[in-house]
């Protein structure tokens, strides 16, 4: 493909994309009708000897690739959490793809290290986090990752490191070194354990509690694995869990935390944290004591925050614990500027090189500005709180936990039926309405109750596409509740 090649298929290209954003999505079904191993067939086995018209490799994609596709940014897409898009982001994306540099060191390009420094810290305004988070307070700091898994497993890094360094006079034994995770913590934090190594405890939350860690279960779980010769040091917190959308007690946790200084606090908010841009938001979760006892904090923008995959966000409170433990520089990567203090943003993350991802949050965070983004958050929330009102009213259906931001946990439960015939019920409506294709969402359990999850998040969802979602579950619950007749 020559340069004018290139300027007419990327004008194609773009109108195809503006084309599937102006309503080509709204006819498609959410969900992918194909089944498992359709695509191979469908292809060669082995790359062309010479290369095709890329006409031919666009055709390919349109008629092969996009049956295949779920379509996350439908506005009927209501399972997992979102994941955003933005036409801001997208253009981004764009240019930064169009000048490739893996950014491991500020000199790889400048621009793409002090862009990150400058919106990191836009971001955590945008958050309302403490300004010792902020990469100008130079003590603490932040940079993008790839996910919220990656984000924590740096954190865990971290907090080991540091928790070696305090103890350097009694050396813990790696076999005793705990990682506190709840119940109800992303498997991110199982994930972090197996690549480490490391323990994994999961501390039980209560369906009274909302799900939500308390601070007198963490003292008591610290009390104990200390005294059998335990050394936990860091635990990661959730705020909006995967399941519920619970928020982990941080006021109790930061108390408990005192008396245990040497434990790390890793807050997971992968979905939730964008929503901490509405000074409402931040108050009704009593999160003013989080920016006082965290020592690191993730929330991913390519979730609910208007920026396309990856963007996950990472800031710690002292970067030395994570330089200390990630900085691997060999003379090939050294630099005067690095020797000198600039950012080497590869000592703050797992690999070496990184995308320019901070172009992409610098177009969304200009282009929505910060009531654009606030605007954004309350359109989901205030649509959630429509959908819980049609459930709180149906007769068919139970709000499971109190709605959360723009999550809300259901399930069927019809009056006279038995509580033991509701998971079952509750199993049969979800392979239901997982067989349509156009209705997305997703299961859980909480403490052994089968439930069904609803979130929200697209900019485009209305009050309409609520209200058909929550039309498609009661007309499978019927049916459901038919068969059992
Ligand atoms: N944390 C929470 C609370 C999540 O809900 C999720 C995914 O939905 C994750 C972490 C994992 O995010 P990532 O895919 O960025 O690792």
Redesign the pocket.
């Known amino acids: 493909m020559d340069v004018e090649e290139f300027r007419k298929a990327g004008k194609a290209a773009i109108d195809h994309i503006a084309d599937y954003y102006a309503g080509a999505i709204d006819s498609l079904p959410v969900n992918s009708l194909v089944q498992p191993g359709y695509l191979p067939p469908l292809l060669p086995d082995a790359p062309p000897e010479q290369g095709e018209e890329f006409s031919a490799i666009t055709e390919d994609y349109h008629k092969l690739i996009m049956p295949g596709l779920t379509h996350w940014q439908h506005p009927e897409f209501m399972a997992?959490?979102p994941t955003a898009s933005s036409f801001e982001a997208i253009l981004g994306d764009l240019y930064a793809l169009s000048i490739p540099t893996p950014g491991f060191n500020w000199t790889c390009s400048p621009a793409a290290t002090e862009l990150e420094i400058v919106v990191m810290d836009w971001a955590a305004k945008l958050l309302h986090l403490d300004p010792a988070f902020y990469n100008a307070s130079g003590v603490g700091g932040g940079a993008l990752q790839t996910?919220?898994?990656d984000s924590a497993l740096i954190a865990v890094v971290a907090a080991r490191e540091r928790f070696m360094t305090l103890h350097a006079d009694d050396p813990p034994n790696l076999a005793n070194l705990v990682i506190y995770v709840s119940t109800q913590t992303?498997s991110?934090g199982l994930k972090a354990g197996k690549v480490l190594g490391l323990r994994v405890r999961a501390l039980e939350v209560r369906a009274e509690d909302g799900y939500a860690l308390r601070g007198e279960t963490l003292s008591r779980a610290l009390e104990e694995d200390k005294a059998a010769g335990n050394r936990p040091f860091v635990l990661i917190a959730?705020v909006?869990?995967?399941s519920s959308g619970a928020v982990d007690s941080m006021a109790e946790i930061g108390t408990s935390l005192k008396s245990h200084p040497d434990v790390w606090l890793h807050v997971?908010a992968?979905?939730a944290g964008i929503a901490l841009c509405c000074p409402e938001t931040h108050e009704q979760l009593q999160l003013a004591d989080l920016n006082l006892f965290m020592d690191s904090f993730c929330t991913?923008f390519h979730k609910w925050g208007l920026v396309n995959f990856d963007c996950?966000t990472l800031w710690v409170r002292d970067r030395k614990a994570l330089t200390t433990a990630l900085d691997i520089t060999p003379p090939f990567l050294r630099t005067a500027q690095g020797d000198a203090g600039a950012i080497d943003y590869r000592n703050w993350h797992l690999a070496l090189g990184r995308r320019f991802r901070s172009l992409k949050l610098w177009f969304a965070l200009r282009g929505f500005g910060v009531e654009g983004f606030r605007k954004h958050i309350r359109h989901a929330i205030a649509l959630n709180q429509t959908f819980a009102a049609l459930v709180a009213k149906s007769e068919l259906l139970e709000l499971v936990t109190p709605p959360s931001l723009a999550l809300s946990v259901i399930r069927l439960a019809p009056p006279n039926v038995t509580s033991d015939a509701l998971n079952g019920l509750n199993t049969a409506l979800y392979a239901r309405l997982s067989a349509r294709p156009d209705v997305a969402l997703t299961q859980t359990t909480l403490n052994g109750v089968f439930c069904i999850r609803v979130a929200i998040g697209s900019p485009r969802t209305t009050e309409e596409n609520i209200r058909r979602t929550f039309d498609a579950i009661v007309e499978e619950a019927k049916v459901v509740l038919g068969e059992l007749k």
């Open positions: 997992y959490f996910t919220a898994s992303h991110l959730t909006g869990t995967t997971d992968a979905w991913n996950s």
